[in-house]
């Protein structure tokens, strides 16, 4: 790890920039109410800056290079102000772009089905849910409880722990070899920063990486992967949420007929 | 080069077609509505009233564009804006007339050959609801509020049966690509359109593509004797008549999708099969297309006027108590069919059965629902004499 | 007070058989009425600026005051209708008549009616004792400004001198020269003034007269 710290400072650098950039953005105190948020900003993006120039991703294709950083910096940025919106509407609106960019990203990395199935899932129920509730509940804010709970500076250190583990992976030899896994490494620091979405991403890595001999990308292949390789994997995902729809349905207060 | 310069143009002709298609929908809309109602309609502005369009958009565009106070302005501004994007991008994968014999110049479809057509449809249809929420949210005005609520619930509900009931077809033509879902049932003639094999899943994509749209009678979310307007109540203007844009661009992608989805397309035995190859084989296979696309849009603005809208614990009791389980149990028929290879007539058979008995078992249940909760029900079921002392008992 | 809950009639909900429960037949029955309506229409409405309604006789529209035999107005200015109106539009100034109207004391030097605050109650019509005030037919009153709409007495009688030979306007009492109260003889019984059955309770009132039945109870004068 010291070996790893010494030999690229830039992205060491840059981690702790972005994570201080983070902690000066984070809600939670009344004093970072009243914060100026641009140095907080201007840290975050120098620091991304700096680790994006360490990882040193490069695309052949203008087009599609233009569309992952465009994707990228999205998911970046989205996710940054989806953590430090002091309105939860906001964040859940800023959620459902984070949503959208990493969809972008599964685009360029051949797997619509993947990323219109997030749309349909994340984007166009569970966010629209969270607005739903938050909507109804909480129309002035978080609520007190809400506020104590909400740790925002030991959430932040620990994610740029992982993420600052991730880059470390990354950029050892080992792991180094094909110039895709430079490209995943951003795409890691947008999952990093939408905790909900890392799950299909993750499958999408690992069918890119595994399974080459299926046909990646193309619906069959997914499928096939999914119901085959995965097939006890996916069947108990599906049964523990069920569990979960059983539990929620069990724990809500029940009501009189007729009353809402 | 050409290949953008085509993609271009049938940008173009979308783009630009479709808002001029919406504005004459309205008007055809309240010629109807004013038909159903025995009044003549709007007549003053051209001959029969065919320039009307023209003079409603002239107003929206020259109107005092109001925001109001008290509302969140960035989304406020954006609500609309996302309303028209979303469904517009929709119809990007939707083939609009026979894409292998397209002229040169003009593709039929802005995005072929897109391996999950339909997801990608439904997909970016949920994200029109995002419309309808921040629109509702903030507007912030109670009955805004009151109509994005019930229009998301709507729409996250209704999104499930939709998108069960195509499963059906892609499990049967084994593919997502609407045109091949299209070239499959135009190479299979009339009998192999989807209506014959799996008229249950029509029915229940139908139903569930007018919740989807807001359209009567599921239009809770602006139901103007409760709500005023509903979400786009403080929108005025271009802003408002965005919405509009917004909802009518849906309904013409519901409607070519029923068309493609369950009626065949461009297919017409006779006139355009998939071995007619004169001349003008693409204006008329597009010509038949459009008349069924046509055809579902009066029949859309037909029920407006025939059924009376729903209310709301209906609207989430026909979602949830009957399409759900119901699109459910065509996906399993559709599997079995598939599996056991057996031939269309069953799926026809099982679809029709399905039906039925879904009809004997709400029968039934609503009849001991009855039975429950009236007291005058229990009155008229008991003995005469039982009657008089439970009707001195009083009721309230 | 409360009716007895034998006279309580329940009213079941209908039961729904099997196609009810399935909507499709009352759908489909439904699309055909409106499918009728569609493709043998035949409108109910007018096309108003063409077609002139039909109004009934009694409808009430702008005033007007109406003339003598000598082309003088009728109104004699004793405020009556000003008095009844509710929505207090009529302004009127009396003054004493000129010499060589010897058949009444004062006329209306000025009388405003502000067409805006009027109601269209018609009760001025109802207070004149020489029906000299007249409700017309005219609904389609237009002003570019608010004073256009302050009828004086030369604009209403400009509208009589419109309508008065109008069918559906005519001068509606012709009783003597100056109308009912120049050849007033004794109080006339005033029925109700609409049909109603014959076991209606304003059927049995038969008020004498505006003059003794005003300020007395309604009772005493039943008969």
């Not at chain 2, 209906?314 to 699109?327: F, G, N, T």
Request: hydrophobic share 50%.
């Amino acid at each position: 790890m010291m070996q790893w710290m010494t030999g690229h400072p830039v992205s060491v650098f840059g981690l702790i920039l972005w994570a201080a950039g983070i902690l000066w953005l984070m809600p939670g105190t009344k004093i970072a109410a009243s914060r100026p948020r641009i140095p907080g900003l201007v840290m975050s993006t120098l620091g991304v800056l700096a680790l994006c120039g360490s990882a040193g991703a490069g695309q052949s294709d203008l087009a599609a290079s233009f569309l992952f950083w465009l994707f990228a910096v999205g998911a970046l940025v989205s996710g940054v102000l989806m953590i430090t919106a002091t309105y939860p509407v906001y964040s859940a609106l800023w959620f459902a772009v984070v949503t959208l960019c990493t969809c972008g990203l599964f685009v360029l990395r051949s797997a619509p089905f993947l990323a219109a199935a997030t749309i349909i899932v994340y984007a166009g129920a569970v966010i629209v849910t969270f607005l739903f509730v938050i909507m109804l509940a909480q129309q002035s804010g978080a609520a007190g409880y809400d506020q104590t709970s909400r740790q925002g500076k030991m959430a932040t250190i620990s994610a740029f722990v992982l993420l600052g583990a991730i880059v470390m992976a990354v950029q050892t030899p080992a792991a180094a070899g094909s110039p895709v896994v430079a490209g995943d490494a951003v795409a890691g620091d947008a999952v990093a920063a939408a905790p909900a979405v890392s799950n299909p991403a993750t499958v999408a890595n690992t069918l890119s990486l595994k399974d080459e001999q299926h046909e990646v990308g193309n619906l069959k292949g997914l499928g096939r992967s999914l119901f085959g390789d995965y097939l006890y994997a996916v069947e108990m995902a599906g049964t523990l949420l069920l569990i979960a729809c059983i539990g929620a349905i069990a724990i809500a207060p029940r009501r009189e007929q007729g009353t809402l | 080069m050409t290949e953008i310069l085509v993609t271009l143009l049938t940008v173009l002709v979308v783009v630009g077609a479709i808002p001029g298609v919406c504005n004459y929908l309205i008007l055809l809309e309240r010629k109807m509505a004013a038909w159903m109602q025995d009044r003549v309609g709007p007549n003053r502005v051209g001959p029969w009233g065919l320039l009307q369009p023209l003079a409603d958009g002239i107003k929206l565009l020259l109107k005092e564009e109001v925001i109001p106070g008290h509302v969140d302005r960035a989304l406020y501004i954006m609500a609309p804006m996302i309303s028209v994007f979303t469904t517009m991008l929709a119809l990007a994968v939707v083939p609009f007339g026979p894409v292998e014999d397209a002229p040169w110049w003009l593709r039929f479809i802005i995005a072929p050959n897109i391996d999950i057509g339909l997801v990608f449809i439904f997909a970016i249809t949920s994200l029109a609801v995002y419309g309808i929420i921040l629109g509702g949210w903030a507007s912030n005005s109670k009955y805004s509020a009151l109509g994005a609520l019930r229009a998301s619930a709507q729409v996250v509900s209704y999104e499930i049966p939709l998108g069960m009931s195509v499963l059906g077809i892609a499990l049967m033509s084994g593919t997502l690509n609407l045109e091949q879902i299209q070239s499959q049932q135009a190479a299979a003639g009339l009998l192999g359109w989807n209506i014959w094999i799996q008229p249950l899943a029509c029915l229940i994509f139908f139903t569930s593509s007018l919740a989807e749209a807001n359209r009567l009678p599921f239009d809770l979310a602006e139901c103007e004797q409760e709500l005023v307007g509903g979400w786009h109540t403080e929108y005025s203007a271009l802003k408002w008549a965005l919405f509009f844009l917004g909802e009518y661009t849906h309904v013409i992608t519901i409607s070519f999708l029923t068309s493609i989805l369950f009626f065949g397309g461009w297919h017409f035995p006779g006139i355009a099969t998939a071995e007619s190859t004169y001349m003008f084989a693409w204006l008329v296979k597009l010509m038949v297309l459009m008349t069924k696309v046509f055809m579902c849009i009066i029949l859309i603005m037909l029920l407006r006027w025939t059924i009376p809208r729903f209310r709301f614990d209906q609207l989430m009791e026909l979602a949830w108590k009957i399409m759900i389980p119901l699109s459910l149990f065509n996906v399993v028929l559709v599997m079995i069919c598939r599996h056991f290879e057996l031939s269309n007539v069953w799926l026809l058979t099982g679809s029709v059965t399905m039906f039925c008995v879904w009809g004997i078992v709400s029968t039934n249940m609503r009849r001991s629902e009855l039975q429950a909760k009236s007291p005058g029900y229990r009155m008229a079921a008991a003995a005469p004499v039982a009657a008089t002392s439970a009707a001195s008992g009083g009721h309230h | 007070m409360s009716e007895s809950s034998k006279q309580v009639k329940w009213v079941e909900e209908p039961e729904l058989g099997f196609w009810e429960a399935t909507f499709v037949p009352a759908i489909i029955q439904g699309l055909k009425t409106t499918l009728n309506h569609v493709i043998s229409h035949k409108a109910v409405t007018e096309e108003y600026p063409e077609v002139k309604p039909d109004l009934p006789l009694h409808y009430r529209g702008v005033h007007r005051l109406n003339r003598d035999e000598k082309d003088r107005v009728k109104c004699v200015a004793c405020m009556l209708c000003a008095t009844a109106c509710p929505a207090r539009c009529i302004t009127i100034e009396a003054a004493p008549a000129p010499k060589d109207w010897p058949d009444r004391d004062k006329f209306p030097k000025s009388f405003v009616l502000d067409e805006l605050r009027c109601i269209y109650c018609g009760m001025c019509e109802e207070a004149c004792p020489v029906d000299a005030i007249e409700l017309t037919h005219i609904y389609d009153l237009t002003g570019e400004n608010r004073d256009d709409l302050m009828y004086d007495r030369e604009k209403l009688l400009g509208v009589y001198d419109e309508t008065k030979d109008n069918p559906r306007d005519p001068v509606r009492t012709k009783r003597g020269k100056l109308g009912a109260a120049a050849d007033f003889q004794g109080l006339p019984t005033l029925g109700p003034a609409t049909d109603v059955a014959g076991n209606d309770r304003s059927a049995r009132t038969g008020t004498s007269g505006v003059i003794a039945g005003s300020g007395a109870p309604a009772k005493e004068n039943r008969s």
